[in-house]
């Protein structure tokens, strides 16, 4: 930051570049995409892809904060996405006709983000002192639970007040006045449509902010200096509970924000092991891993790639999942193995000759 | 009555997860990885015993025992192409490898099975055990699983104890470095490891399919999360903690489906891990692994 007061223009520091690069990438996208959707290029399938590719890219920006610089692996992401999407239809549906739209899906923001936080913070007390496999199941338990518990809960409201049973309807004994807000496994229904693909983008474009400064900042660098070496961290007086509660919390919060507006994109909301189940946790993780373990960009374009694969393959209907599964693995391999890392630097440095020197010092 | 019932039958569905948990158990102890599509080489069992036994009419068992060779030619060969490339790499990595893989199982199942669920027909064909003057029926295949589970884990403890193959399995998962130093073949050690998983998740869908018959795709998916949720509870990378484990994982699961809720059940199981990883963070029989500066 003090190169950019110090310098002329174009002089950023390499971080603030790299970041502006990620918002730009964003916002030419969304410009991209708006043109070609005003000149009838995209086709209507796709067209209703725009909202969930949005909901992916938040959460798997949310994701990649726990992943890739607390350095834990969550497989309970959808849970967290889950009690955001249902704490804030609930709200919309109950204030359908009392708020005007907009301000009533940014208070439902408020209180999906709020909601997911909460449960994140106390998921995240006793899960964090776990750690590598075992953290990975429980936050997997964690999500599964939440999806069951939200599967037989029933909420109502009348005028004596706010119900809820977790046995059936009847058993909320409403008022003739009354409203079903939670139906159990048939959820929520009639949930306004609020999100469009103007207010993802700009969901996505404030996530990115929260989310790089978060990195960039003195409690970021702590994070980070926890998952590079916690007895070290500690050592010099970082308070590993702290910042790994922060940063666990930060990035549930965000998965709610993902879940909000996913929630006001349909009419019906289920949680369904398709939608919140730990199926869907992996998939998110899927997403941070190959866009790379702690880069923020690359989990956009992954989250972004991958939506769209089983999409741009749909031509060859049966075999879309199966082409998409040996994508993944190959991909793997390739990325990781030792053996084509090295293979990778073999090749470069016979055809790149000149880019080794620059690799090296990098 | 019923609680007897309801125990029997816990214990049933337990030993299958124990079948399938000491697959998870003994892949993670010896290459510190979460074979994420296990439970699909379950399904893959499953539909080799379905095909051979309904479709060709072969003697049931004889349709186990080429079950049982498929699944182990099938993990050997996913070892090999799949994750020994890997070998070294970010265990994420691997992860996602394993979860790639675990969706192309399921979809070359769709793919040539079909979506529909196949009616599993019961390969355990003795009579019903009665009890009590018909009181208490203990179905055939309960008391099956139960045995052939006993068995297989007594078994598979003596083969790891007294054999030659089954210590340098040990020595490979406690310093895969020393081991190999030691002249074991850690390569070989680890596709030994992963044909014995492999067999017991074709015995263990097998009996699974016989209990609950229906099968499709995705039948090994959850069957596949619980036993692994169940080799964590018992201390993952043990073979007596995975036992016991998937045992009492199928007894909490189906006393609460019984007398709680059988929406909840679910809920309730991954509650009680919580807990116990809370108490216990390495699981019941897990060792603790101290830290080195």
């Given at each position: 930051m003090d190169m950019e007061i110090k310098g002329n223009k174009a002089k950023l520091s390499k971080t603030t570049m790299n970041d502006l690069v990620t918002y730009e990438m964003v916002i030419l996208t969304y410009i991209v995409v708006q043109i070609l959707v005003s000149t009838g290029h995209v086709s209507s399938l796709i067209q209703g892809l725009l909202v969930p590719f949005c909901t992916y890219v938040i959460v798997a920006?949310?994701?990649?904060?726990?992943?890739?610089?607390?350095?834990?692996?969550?497989?309970?992401?959808?849970?967290?996405?889950?009690?955001?999407?249902?704490?804030?239809?609930?709200f919309s549906l109950a204030f359908k006709d009392a708020l005007p739209g907009g301000l009533r899906f940014f208070l439902a923001l408020l209180i999906g983000a709020a909601a997911a936080a909460l449960v994140g913070f106390l998921v995240g007390i006793p899960v964090l002192r776990l750690r590598g496999d075992y953290l990975a199941i429980v936050t997997l338990a964690f999500g599964e639970i939440i999806k069951n518990i939200i599967n037989v809960l029933y909420l109502g409201v009348d005028s004596k007040g706010v119900h809820f049973s977790m046995k059936d309807a009847l058993s909320l004994h409403l008022e003739e006045d009354g409203v079903m807000l939670i139906k159990g496994a048939q959820g929520v229904t009639g949930t306004p449509n609020d999100s469009?693909?103007?207010?993802?983008?700009?969901?996505?474009?404030?996530?990115?902010f929260i989310v790089l400064n978060f990195i960039?900042?003195?409690?970021?660098?702590?994070?980070?200096?926890?998952?590079?070496?916690?007895?070290?961290?500690?050592?010099?007086?970082?308070?590993?509970?702290?910042?790994?509660l922060i940063a666990f919390t930060v990035s549930a919060s965000l998965a709610g924000v993902a879940g909000v507006l996913y929630a006001h994109n349909l009419s019906t909301l289920n949680a369904l092991p398709k939608n919140f189940g730990y199926n869907m946790s992996i998939m998110i993780l899927v997403f941070v891993v190959l866009g790379g373990i702690g880069n923020i960009r690359g989990s956009i374009i992954a989250a972004v790639l991958l939506t769209l694969l089983p999409e741009v393959l749909r031509g060859l209907s049966d075999y879309r999942m199966l082409i998409y599964s040996i994508v993944l693995i190959v991909m793997m391999i390739f990325n990781w193995s030792p053996n084509a890392i090295f293979f990778r630097k073999r090749l470069k440095q016979k055809f790149l000759p000149g880019r080794k020197a620059a690799k090296e010092e990098a | 009555m019923s609680f007897v019932a309801h125990l029997i039958n816990g214990i049933s569905l337990g030993s299958v997860y124990a079948l399938i948990a000491l697959g998870y158990t003994m892949v993670y102890g010896i290459a510190k990885m979460l074979n994420f599509a296990h439970g699909d080489v379950i399904m893959i069992g499953g539909y080799v015993v379905?095909?051979?036994?309904?479709?060709?009419?072969?003697?049931?068992?004889?349709?186990?025992?080429?079950?049982?060779?498929?699944?182990?030619?099938?993990?050997?060969?996913?070892?090999?192409?799949?994750?020994?490339?890997?070998?070294?790499?970010?265990?994420?990595?691997?992860?996602?490898?394993?979860?790639?893989?675990?969706?192309?199982?399921?979809?070359?199942?769709?793919?040539?099975?079909?979506?529909?669920?196949?009616?599993?027909?019961?390969?355990?064909?003795?009579?019903?055990?009665?009890?009590?003057g018909g009181q208490l029926i203990i179905k055939s295949v309960t008391i099956v699983t139960v045995i052939v589970s006993i068995i297989i884990m007594v078994g598979l403890t003596f083969f790891v104890r007294k054999t030659k193959i089954g210590r340098a399995m040990t020595a490979v998962s406690e310093d895969q470095g020393a081991a190999q130093l030691m002249g074991i073949n850690v390569n070989g050690t680890i596709a030994v490891t992963f044909a014995i998983g492999s067999s017991l998740a074709a015995v263990a869908g097998v009996l699974l399919c016989s209990a609950y018959p229906s099968l499709t795709p995705y039948t090994g998916s959850m069957p596949g999360i619980k036993a692994f949720v169940a080799a964590v509870f018992g201390g993952i990378g043990s073979i007596p903690g995975a036992f016991i484990g998937g045992i009492l994982l199928g007894v909490i699961e189906n006393l609460s489906k019984a007398y709680i809720s059988s929406q909840l059940a679910d809920a309730i199981v991954f509650s009680i891990l919580i807990i116990v990883l809370l108490v216990k963070p390495t699981g019941l029989l897990g060792r603790k692994v101290l830290e080195k500066v």
């Open positions: 920006v949310a994701l990649n904060l726990t992943v890739g610089i607390l350095g834990e692996l969550s497989l309970g992401h959808a849970g967290f996405m889950c009690v955001g999407a249902f704490a804030s239809a609930v469009n693909f103007t207010v993802g983008v700009i969901l996505i474009l404030v996530t990115l960039h900042s003195r409690t970021g660098r702590a994070v980070m200096s926890i998952r590079d070496n916690r007895i070290a961290a500690e050592s010099v007086g970082i308070n590993v509970t702290k910042y790994k | 379905f095909v051979t036994a309904s479709g060709l009419g072969i003697n049931p068992l004889a349709a186990i025992i080429v079950s049982m060779a498929a699944c182990t030619v099938l993990g050997v060969t996913i070892e090999r192409v799949a994750y020994r490339p890997l070998r070294g790499a970010s265990p994420l990595a691997v992860l996602i490898t394993a979860i790639g893989v675990s969706y192309l199982l399921q979809n070359v199942a769709l793919l040539v099975f079909g979506s529909d669920t196949k009616a599993f027909s019961n390969v355990v064909t003795l009579p019903n055990l009665e009890l009590f």
